[in-house]
């Protein structure tokens, strides 16, 4: 199926269109391994930023190992996606108890939260291993210049790709062909209003010439969204606010958080009435659309918490990391 013009001029474009990145041009494979994270589920212009802070903060491997789980936690706040960040956490210590950053491929996806992609991005930028990285990006491209609609979300359909790019794939330069397929699909083969009239493909697109450039990639509907109500209740007395840590099994592991009511149980007694602040606040994540009310409550002696509250110095919250929807809580509340 792979065509001998395909690769050459995606490596032609990219010569003269690379995006200019800070983790572009390095060997380093942890400083590539935070940015591939990052990325993951964050726009580049937003995951700059974040990439710089959290190098700041850990600039190697084992500071990284060594740091708390709050600390990481923190440093992530706002991206959204905390697994990933655990994950990291939990792989960093792998790395140092190994003694040596995994070299291969196949060692790289023995880490957690290291999967196929992940391991082929950091295998091929920094070790020059020739192993073709699959993203959305990837898919896009491949799906439109050679007409595949096979479901991109099916155990064929990944395989199918996966086989294809590889294909592509020259063996002396697998770090610019990766870096060349991911610029060229967010920035010219993009999802909505591509840029066909400057694309150094289109003569020979297939999804162009046959007007299907707005249906490619397919992909198979099959998740189904969740609504949950939550109501927040910020409790603040001489100074503290009551909170508590997300156990594991549900969204915002790690993370902090008021007092939660989920469902429609009522309010507990605080020994003084809560204010509403904000009703049917809409959160939404990959899976779910979260629906939040917001109170506060200003009781003048410690009322009694549930189990798993405590209290915190309100002047001490920003070295707890909060989800975003909390946030929005204490930005209104203030």
Known sequence: ???????????KWFT???????????????????????????RIDQGRDYWYRFIEQFPTVEALATASEDDVLR???GLGYYSRARNMHAAARQIVELGHFPDTYEQLKQ???????????IASLAFGEP???VDGNVYRVLARYYGLDTPINTTQGKHLFQQ??????????????????MDFGATCCMPRNPHCDACPLAVSCDALRNATVDKLPVKNKNVKITTRHFSYVLVCCN??????????????????????????????????????VASGVRHVLTHRVIIADFYCAFPDVYPALPKGYKWIKRTQLTHYALPRLVERLFEMVE
């Open 239 to 276: 100074g503290m606010v009551a909170m508590r840590r997300r156990e594991a099994g549900d969204i915002w592991q790690g993370l902090w958080e008021p007092l939660l009511i989920e469902g429609d149980a009522p309010l507990p007694d605080l020994g003084c009435p809560a204010r509403l």
């Open 1 to 11: 199926m792979a065509d001998t013009c395909f690769t050459p001029t995606i490596l």
């Open 164 to 181: 294809l790019a590889q294909s592509l794939l020259p063996i002396d330069q697998p770090a610019a062909f990766n870096q060349a397929m």
């Open 75 to 77: 440093q992530w706040q």
């Open 131 to 133: 192993v073709a990285t």
């Open 111 to 121: 880490l957690k939260g290291v999967g196929d992609y992940t391991a082929a991005a």
């Open 16 to 42: 003269t269109h690379a995006r200019e990145l800070p983790w572009r041009g390095i060997t380093d494979p942890y400083r590539i391994w935070v940015s591939e994270v990052i990325l993951q589920q964050t």
